[in-house]
């Protein structure tokens, strides 16, 4: 059964700090891998999609990337903001498991000014 | 952009009523879907809707719930009598899931007091 984790839990970084959020999954048949962003008490934000294929993607300051064969990936936030500050959400889509997404738990990141 | 929306966005009812989450997802998706996030925890698979019919749900989708896609454009969750611990955020997706990955809305926070 496919599991995700991700770590830390939680991170508290300075503004403008490079900073990297850790997903791990069990299972590395996967179709792909989407990142989300969620503010407290609200929905799901995409942020960045990665097909199985695909190694990266880049948006603006952010950059996921992806080791199909060692189950992990990446989300690098460059020169955080107070504003990214959110629980950060890794799901992917399990071969197994038909179309569903499988969530980590998240990390919450606070920046300060 | 293209949104899925939910309504409404906060519902309070009593144990053992029934409760009908409306959402309307993205035109052009075929796959549709419910999760749930109690507090403090992970995001939940519940139930995906491909073609008229239901083609996944997890163990926590049983006999008290129910969807339905009424007319061309709404998506809904029932949950018939609801338990305390059915209180929860539940958020409607549509997707693409192969190619575009999920779109969420913004979510129902249900109260069951």
């Known amino acids: 059964k496919q599991e995700v984790t991700q770590i830390p839990a939680a991170l508290s970084v300075p503004e403008g700090e490079n900073l990297v959020l850790n997903c791990s999954f069990t299972?590395?048949?996967?179709?792909?891998l989407q990142w989300f962003r969620q503010d407290p008490g609200k929905g799901l934000t995409s942020l960045l999609l990665?097909?199985?294929?695909?190694r990266e993607q880049t948006s603006g300051r952010l950059n996921a990337s992806l080791d199909k064969s060692s189950g992990r990936s990446t989300l690098y936030i460059a020169a955080s903001q107070p504003g990214d500050s959110a629980t950060y959400l890794c799901?992917?889509?399990?071969?197994?498991?038909?179309?569903?997404?499988?969530f980590g738990k998240g990390t919450t990141l606070s920046v300060s000014s | 952009e293209p949104e899925v929306t939910q309504t409404p966005s906060h519902q309070v009812t009593q144990m053992g009523q029934e409760v009908i989450l409306r959402c309307v997802p993205i035109?052009?998706?075929?796959?549709f879907y419910w999760y749930r996030q109690i507090l403090g925890q992970k995001v939940e698979f519940l139930v995906s809707?491909?073609?008229?019919?239901?083609?996944?749900k997890s163990e926590i989708f049983d006999d008290q719930f129910s969807v339905e896609r009424p007319d061309g454009s709404n998506f809904t969750l029932k949950i018939r009598s609801t338990k305390l611990e059915d209180s929860a955020m539940y958020f409607c997706?549509?997707?693409?899931?192969?190619?575009?990955?999920?779109?969420f809305g913004s979510g129902t926070r249900l109260t069951v007091v």
């Open positions: 035109s052009n998706h075929l796959y």
């Open positions: 799901a992917v889509i399990a071969h197994q498991a038909g179309t569903a997404l499988i």
């Open positions: 997706a549509s997707s693409a899931p192969y190619r575009d990955g999920y779109t």
């Open positions: 299972d590395s048949a996967i179709y792909n």
């Open positions: 809707f491909y073609n008229n019919e239901i083609s996944e």
């Open positions: 990665i097909q199985s294929s695909q």
